[in-house]
């Protein structure tokens, strides 16, 4: 019998690709969806299972991290091996616009899903999505021993779920882990995040639909991985006969500028001919530096990635280019690159 796993955040950037991961592995993979007035399954369309379905490898079920009695449901009926919470309102400029929200769902969801798994006495293991935006201001290089001091409502949010992680680990003896994640992205990564948003851009540009592109503070660095490699260590980090927190990261920075010049000039365009700045995409407090060192995820794990920034780049410029030329053809755009 192949392992149960619950996602949550099943329907973003990670969650897709680590319900691919685990159903290549033989598992069966249950996601939790919320409620939204629009379709929010793009991303997962292509591995979509239709009910009717016999021995159905891949199931949705809409539940809400702010919904704690929903949790304790899921979790009796499912009785996973394995939790991943990957839920959150993950982007940090919207935290500073919906704080409380943010602190529900980002910090106080992870309780109530430990909580769910306490209450319902089932026997598993849980990933808690941690990350880099905890260490905030402290300096580079940062690794699982460097103090936190978040800048945003979405960082305190975080810390308040890795230390509650930590606890229920600690209290209850729980298989609970902290993968305190460094900045990863993909053709997948949600559209306003910086990276997503200027390969997107460059590919409109490139097709004459836009001419210009606004964004913020140029200057802040960052350590940029690719996403797909992130949540194999995800998933090594459950596989472990203890349970401990790891930093995951490439060790390697670049600055927001070094993204975009590396970006526009892979489809063979000048940037200063194309970007204007836009206060509005400042934050009230910014975090200026994270690059990471993930030794112990290599020692431990034997995790290591082979995709670093500029390569990273090329793949997302890439797939929005051929994205917006099937959106031009009039093609039916795929998620499944
Ligand atoms: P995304 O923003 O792409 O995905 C977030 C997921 O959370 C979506 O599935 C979203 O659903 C879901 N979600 C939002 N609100 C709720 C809610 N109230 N109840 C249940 N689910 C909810 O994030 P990523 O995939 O990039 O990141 C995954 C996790 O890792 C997040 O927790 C993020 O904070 C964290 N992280 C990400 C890093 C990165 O660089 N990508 C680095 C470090 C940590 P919907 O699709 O409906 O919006
Ligand atoms: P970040 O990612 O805040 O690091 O959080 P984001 O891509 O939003 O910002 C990175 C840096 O780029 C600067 N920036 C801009 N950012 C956005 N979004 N839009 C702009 O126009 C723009 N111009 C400049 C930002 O100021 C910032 O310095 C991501 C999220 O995935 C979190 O959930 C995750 O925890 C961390 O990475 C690690």
Redesign the pocket.
Known sequence: MGKTALITGVTGQDGSYLAELLLSKGYTVHGLVRRSSSFNTERVDHIYQDPQTANRSFVLHHADLSDGVALVNLLRDIRPDEVYNLG?Q????VSFDAPLYTGDVTGLGALRLLEAIRASGVDTRIYQAS???MFGSTPPPQNEQTPFHPRSP?GAA?VFAYWTTVNYREAYDMFAVNGI???HESPRRGE????R?ITRAVARIKAGLQDHL?????D?V?DWGYAPEYVDAMWRMLQQDEPTDYVVATGVAAT?REFVESSFSHAGLDWTEHVRYDAK???PS??DA?IGDASKAHDLLGWKPSVLVAELAQIMVDADIRQVEDQLAGATVRIDR
Do not use: D, Q
């Not at 993950?90 to 400029?93: E, F, K, L, P």
């Not at 606004?214 to 140029?218: A, K, P, Q």
């Open positions: 959150a993950s982007h940090v400029r990350s880099s935006e979405y975080k994640l460094f900045n306003t995040f910086v990276t948003k606004y964004l913020g503070n140029l802040a960052r927001v995409y400042e934050r910014e975090v994270l």
